[in-house]
C-alpha cells in the first residue's frame, strides 16, 4: 500500500541522538500507511548503523543524502524520495511525543502546511542555555503579518511542497521561515496541531550557542533581504524602504551591559550575552546570497 505519510528526518553525525527519535516514532499509533525516511547528509559516526537497526521495527528506508549538503539540502533529498501525500519533518536530535504523527496527519486535513508544540525541559534537566524558548509560531519583526513554524515539527502537503520547490537550500537558516511564508504568498493556510509535541534538545556549551545565534542572525538577515521587495508591495508602498528591527545584541547601554555581566555567577548565565552577540555578528557579517524575489515569484 502507498504511504498515505513520510516522515523525514534530516540527520548528520547524529549516532548518539538519532535512536531515541527512532524510538519515539516506533511508538507512534499510526492509522494510516506511512513511512521514515532517515536521510544521511554524510555522517562520519555511526548514523547509518543506528537507523538500520530500527528496520525490523518501523517502515524505515536510510537515504544517501551526501549529495548536496546542509539540513535543507537532505530534508529536500529525502521529499525527492517520499511517497506520501503528506510530509512530515523532525530533527534526528529531538523526541516526538506520543500521538505526534496521528496530530499533525489530521491537522493537515484542514491546512497546507503545520506546525508542532514544542517542549524544552524534558531533555535539559536543569541545563543551562539562552532565557528564551523556541516558539511554537514564529513571527519575524520586519514581517509579523505572516506566521511561520519550525521544520523541527513540521508538517506540509506534498503538493503544496512541491509547488513551492521545497526549502531553499542557499539559506543556512531560516529555510522553514521561507517556506511557510512562500506557501501562505501562494493561497496556502497555515495551522497548528497543539497535540503534536515535540521534545526539543538544546545546545550545550557557548561556543554552540554562538554558533547557532550567528548562522540564526544571518538566516533572519537573508530573509530580510529575499522578501524586501514583496513585504513593501504587501505595505503598498514600493518606493519604502524596509526598516530591519535593531539586532538584539545593539539594544541597551553600557551601563545595563555591565550590569548583566557583574552579575553573571555562572558560565551558563553568559549564555543570553553571547547569543546576542552571535546573532549580531550573524546579520552583520551575512553574504546576501539570494536576489529579492518580486511579488509576481511568489504567486506563480
Not at 23 to 37: D, K, P, S
Not at 104 to 123: K, M, P, T
Not at 167 to 176: A, I, K
Request: net charge positive.
Amino acid at each position: 500500500m502507498r504511504p498515505h505519510a513520510s516522515v523525514i528526518i534530516a540527520a548528520f553525525d547524529a549516532a548518539s541522538t538519532l535512536g531515541e527519535q527512532l524510538e519515539a516514532l516506533a511508538r507512534q499509533r499510526v492509522t494510516v500507511a506511512w513511512e521514515v525516511l532517515v536521510c544521511d547528509n554524510g555522517s562520519r559516526d555511526h548514523t547509518v548503523a543506528v537507523a538500520r537497526g530500527f528496520a525490523d521495527r518501523l517502515p524505515l528506508t536510510v537515504v544517501d543524502a551526501s549529495a548536496r549538503r546542509g539540513p535543507a539540502a537532505a530534508r529536500n533529498i529525502g521529499a525527492e524520495h517520499a511517497t506520501g501525500d503528506v510530509l512530515l519533518f523532525c530533527d534526528a536530535d529531538d523526541v516526538v511525543a506520543d500521538g505526534w504523527a496521528h496530530a499533525l496527519i489530521a491537522a493537515l486535513d484542514h491546512f497546507e502546511i503545520v506546525g508542532s508544540s514544542f517542549e524544552h525541559r524534558r531533555l535539559n534537566p536543569g541545563a543551562g542555555g539562552v532565557t528564551w524558548e523556541v516558539s511554537d509560531s514564529i513571527r519575524m519583526p520586519f514581517w509579523p503579518q505572516y506566521e511561520a513554524v519550525g521544520s523541527g515539527g513540521m508538517g506540509v502537503r506534498s503538493s503544496a511542497f512541491h509547488r513551492a520547490h521545497g526549502f531553499d537550500e542557499r539559506l543556512r537558516t531560516g529555510e522553514d521561515v521561507d517556506l511557510c511564508w512562500r506557501i501562505q504568498l501562494a493561497g496556502g493556510t497555515l495551522g497548528h496541531a497543539p497535540e503534536a509535541v515535540v521534545h526539543l534538545r538544546r545546545r550545550s556549551g557557548l561556543r554552540a550557542v554562538y554558533r547557532q545565534a550567528r548562522n540564526t542572525g544571518n538566516g533572519v538577515r537573508q530573509l530580510e533581504h529575499k522578501f524586501s521587495r514583496v513585504a513593501r508591495a504587501a505595505r503598498g508602498h514600493a518606493s519604502a524602504p524596509v526598516v530591519a528591527a535593531a539586532p538584539a545584541a545593539a539594544a541597551g547601554g553600557s551601563r545595563s551591559r555591565l550590569r548583566r555581566l557583574i552579575a553573571v555567577r555562572r558560565l551558563d548565565d553568559l549564555a543570553d550575552p553571547v547569543w546576542r552577540v552571535g546573532e549580531w555578528w550573524g546579520r552583520r557579517r551575512a553574504r546576501l546570497v539570494v536576489a529579492p524575489l518580486t511579488p509576481g515569484e511568489v504567486t506563480e
